[in-house]
Antibody, heavy 118, light 107 residues
Framework: QVQLQQSGAEVKKPGASVKISCKAV????????IYWVRQAPGRGLEWMGI?????????TSALEFRGRLALTTDTSTDTVYMELSNLRPDDTATYYC??????????WGQGTPVAVSS | DIQMTQSPSTLSASIGDRVTITCRAS??????LAWYQQRPGQAPKLLIY???TLQRGAPSRFSGSGSGTEFTLTISSLQPDDFATYYC?????????FGGGTEVEVK
């Protein structure tokens, strides 16, 4: 059973950056990817990007986040990091990491709420 | 980008009802479609992938069908745990995109 453990809630000011961690426990396959999805309050799901847990392929991100989104992997601890910079109030959302091997999302982290406010 | 459109956006139903949710893709996605359930305050949970394959552990009252651009999620007999929001997602190409969600509420 794969478990994804995310870091805790964050409060940031506009223009700041946020870095969220996602630790994978219990996965078996070497071809395992971590996806980042966010959900604004009362809204639907929005895919942000994908990174390989082994760090062997280049991360891919949605066009609207390019230049602001950095996805990195620490293979020594099976932890993936998502850093979103130049935060705006409309980046207020719950950020989820999710895992899978084939672009559908088998397992989800518990979510990390991020509030952006001056 | 492939647009995913779900209908209805809200559905009112009673325990024991048969419920059907529709998801339409803006272009042919073959059967590269997944369905998720999200209860309030919780992370989404995978129910179905490849349009009709039930995820291990998901109840058998859930089923998926369709191919190309039109897909359905059916709950054969609605149970109390099923009042939630359901999302479809295409994974034939990036960016991965989700439908807007269908909330199943108590009638």
């Amino acid at each position: 059973q794969v478990q994804l453990q995310q870091s805790g809630a964050e409060v940031k000011k506009p223009g700041a950056s946020v870095k969220i961690s996602c630790k994978a426990v219990g996965y078996r396959s070497t071809a395992y990817y971590i996806y980042w999805v966010r959900q604004a309050p009362g809204r639907g799901l929005e895919w942000m990007g994908i990174v390989n847990l082994r760090g062997t392929t280049r991360p891919t991100s949605a066009l609207e986040f390019r230049g602001r989104l950095a996805l990195t992997t620490d293979t020594s601890t099976d932890t993936v990091y998502m850093e979103l910079s130049n935060l705006r109030p409309d980046d207020t959302a719950t950020y989820y990491c999710a895992g899978g091997a084939a672009d559908f999302l088998d397992y989800w982290g518990q979510g990390t709420p991020v509030a952006v406010s001056s | 980008d492939i647009q995913m459109t779900q209908s209805p956006s809200t559905l009112s139903a009673s325990i024991g009802d048969r419920v059907t949710i529709t998801c339409r893709a803006s272009e042919n996605i073959i059967t590269w479609l997944a369905w998720y359930q999200q209860r309030p305050g919780q992370a989404p949970k995978l129910l179905i992938y490849a349009a009709s394959t039930l995820q291990r552990g998901a109840p058998s009252r859930f089923s998926g069908s369709g191919s190309g651009t039109e897909f359905t999620l059916t709950i054969s007999s609605l149970q109390p745990d099923d009042f939630a929001t359901y999302y479809c997602q295409q994974y034939i190409s990036y960016p991965l995109t989700f439908g807007g969600g269908t909330e199943v509420e108590v009638k």
